[in-house]
């Protein structure tokens, strides 16, 4: 399983672009990246996976460069509630995978 | 879709007693986890299952710790006995297929050992 490393924490303010980074030169083949969010008193929640390349959905984006050892999670013009912890995961489709996280980003937006 | 559910959502004990967390898959998926949380340790994987059979346990800290799956609704992670260095949030999640297939978590238990 590919080690995945990320910053401790980040500031932003309201309504600013945030971009979190998280490095996996290991990365396989047949690996994809997911990114999980979490709220104090509560799990982990799945927000986006990709494998190359751009993927978007209704929360965030997911920027993979060609070379996939890094990926970069972007919330766009962030709220208050987006103060979270954000991980990044690396794992494939195949075989029994030990998912381990890592510490994560601990993510604080400001007024 | 009733997402993961886990039971208690708090659980205050004392030394050296036992504590059994219960957990409730979403139905048909094929993995369930137990994950231990503290301010010190992150997230650690303690054990998962997939079709109800462990598959790897490496995760589990101590012989005080076991965990079972007697069917493909239920699994149980029990602490017998219980030391205040155990106090933690335990979440389990569920996932439909291995790997990266996405993980849902449960709210947790959060366990106080006194």
């Known amino acids: 399983l590919a080690k995945t490393t990320q910053p401790i924490s980040m500031d932003s303010y309201e309504g600013q672009e945030v971009n979190i980074t998280c490095s996996h030169n290991n990365i396989a083949t047949n690996d994809y990246i997911t990114w999980y969010q979490q709220f104090p008193s509560q799990g982990p929640r799945f927000i986006i996976q990709?494998?190359?390349t751009k993927v978007t959905n209704e929360v965030a984006s997911l920027f993979i460069p060609a070379d996939r050892k890094s990926s970069t999670l972007s919330l766009p013009r962030v709220s208050l509630s987006d103060t979270a912890v954000y991980y990044c995961?690396?794992?494939?489709?195949?075989?029994?995978?030990?998912?381990?996280f890592g510490t994560g980003t601990r993510l604080l937006v400001s007024p | 879709d009733a997402g993961v559910i886990q039971s208690p959502r708090h659980e205050v004990t004392e030394m050296g007693q036992e504590v059994t967390l219960r957990c409730k898959p979403i139905s048909g998926h094929d993995y369930l986890f137990w994950y231990r949380q503290t301010m010190m340790r992150g997230l650690e994987l303690l054990i998962y299952?997939?079709?109800?059979?462990?598959?790897?346990d490496s995760g589990m800290p101590e012989d005080r710790f076991s965990a079972k799956m007697p069917n493909a609704s239920f699994s149980t992670l029990k602490i017998q006995p219980s030391e205040p260095r155990d106090s933690a949030v335990y979440f389990c999640?569920?996932?439909?297929?291995?790997?990266?297939?996405?993980?849902?978590f449960g709210n947790g238990t959060r366990l106080t050992v006194t």
């Open positions: 995961l690396v794992a494939a489709y195949t075989g029994f995978q030990k998912l381990v």
């Open positions: 990709g494998y190359k």
């Open positions: 299952f997939n079709n109800n059979v462990p598959i790897d």
């Open positions: 999640a569920s996932s439909l297929e291995t790997g990266a297939s996405p993980l849902h």
